[in-house]
């Protein structure tokens, strides 16, 4: 079949593959290639038995691969063969030299670049999907631009908003696109070229377009505004845990101010996920960058809250448990940094294990999509940790249950047949704020939980 449009992206992980499977999925008419380095991946996101778990995702990507969704590691091919071409790999956080620990790793982003330079016969459009400092679009130009092979490569933003656990739904709905160009005729005319893509399915005024500089900001500055709302409704938490109050009513109620409306106001033992703290700290790298250190000082406050209430998960246990932890077996409900993804990346599950180990503490993990990534990311202290896919099992002969994520599933066990298989007294910790608290004292257990002061 001719195809109007041939587009690549390059990085098929949580975003690129979801996004390019979605936009396959809206327009038949563009061939759309997803191309990694990593061949397993590509295996997978070839397979039934996808890389990635995302409601919804394997019915679309059943209904689009081989027609126009193909998933391939011949990248130089792909590259000479494609109009448009999405830059969506991984940028971490870097762990050397200048910015170590703040500022975006990008050594595989200017890879991509040289390796697209190298192969290109053609003018392209360069789209920055992966979430950069803002100007990297410079670099990528000055990188691109100084080829002796007469090509022009004109560079787009266009960051992805989807969240992990609604990828799919994000996408299909997305509350706005946003497209970055410079504010030229070559810009425009690219920037038109995106923009035919999204509207096959996306209303026009929810495509937005801004020079390519706002557009960089934009996705940083989202993510460390969401972030922030979250170590907002944690630090006051605490407080509602000395005072009396319960913050699920306080967030409840100040959500209905239109002005500060009801999303991102759950109390919680902290985010987690690869984006809102590497993005957070890049931002602050930034601020020091340009000589704004009060800036910076003020959004790297939104992460130390952060992993302050992941460590108060301790506190509490030792608390209610006499003072010590250690030799007890503690179970692990859900290592996923959030419900609905089997993703780990920063989860606060990870703390709060290394938080038990420092005890002496005998942690047991259980996550119904997450246990394969935990023994990665524990791998490291993987002797001293058990892993086990039933949490009845995982429960058995616990002291304590921690509920580290939102699975609805967790909440739906039975919580009798849990308690009669724990030692006594049976401790929960909920860092969700999931089960029913009242419930569960009536069965015997001593409960604590995020936020949640003595009333009386
Ligand atoms: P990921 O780590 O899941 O995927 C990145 C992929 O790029 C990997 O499979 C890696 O093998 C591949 N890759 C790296 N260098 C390559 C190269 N030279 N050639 C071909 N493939 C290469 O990362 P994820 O989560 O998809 O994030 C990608 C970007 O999107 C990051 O900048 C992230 O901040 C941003 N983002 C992530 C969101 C999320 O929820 N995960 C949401 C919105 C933005």
Known sequence: MEFNTKILCIGAGYVGGPTMTVIADKCPDVKVTVVDINQARIDAWNSDNLPI????????VKRARGRNLFFSTDIPNAVREADIIFVSVNTPTKTFGRGAGKASDLQYWEKTAREILEVATNDKIIVEKSTLP????????????????????????????LAEGTAIKDLFEPDRVLIGSHQTKSGFAALQKVVD??????????????NLWSSELTKLTANAFLAQRISSINSISALC???????????FVMGKDHRIGSKFLKASI??????????????????????????????????????????????????????????????????????????????????VVRDLL????????????????????????????????????????????????????????????????MAKPAFVYDGRNILDAAALREIGFDVANVGKGKAE
């Open 241 to 251: 845990e000395k005072t009396g109050a319960d913050v699920d009513e306080v967030a």
């Open 134 to 161: 803002v100007r990297t679009a410079a670099a990528m130009e000055r990188i691109l631009n100084s080829n002796d092979k007469g090509l022009h490569f004109e560079v787009l933003s266009n960051p992805e908003f």
């Open 53 to 60: 778990f995302e409601p919804g995702l394997d019915e679309v």
């Open 358 to 421: 420092a005890e002496h503490a005998h942690p047991v993990v259980t996550d119904p999509k997450a246990i394969h990534d935990a023994k990665r990311d524990l791998a490291d202290v993987l002797s001293q940790v058990e892993f086990e896919e039933d949490p009845y099992k995982a429960a058995e002969g616990a002291h304590a249950v921690v509920v580290c994520t939102e699975w609805k599933c967790f909440a739906e066990l039975d919580w009798k047949r849990i308690y009669k298989g």
């Open 270 to 351: 902290g985010f987690g996920g690869s984006c809102f703290k590497k993005d957070i700290l890049n931002l602050v790298y930034l601020c020091g960058y340009y000589g704004l250190p009060e800036v910076a000082a003020y959004w790297e406050s939104v992460v130390k809250i952060n992993e302050w209430q992941t460590h108060r998960v301790i506190s509490s246990m030792l608390e209610h448990m006499f003072n010590t932890i250690a030799g007890k077996k503690i179970a692990v409900f859900g290592f996923a940094f959030k419900a609905n993804t089997g993703d780990t990346r920063e989860s606060p599950a990870n703390l």
């Open 197 to 210: 893509i999204y509207a096959h399915w996306v209303p026009k005024d929810r495509i937005l377009t801004t």
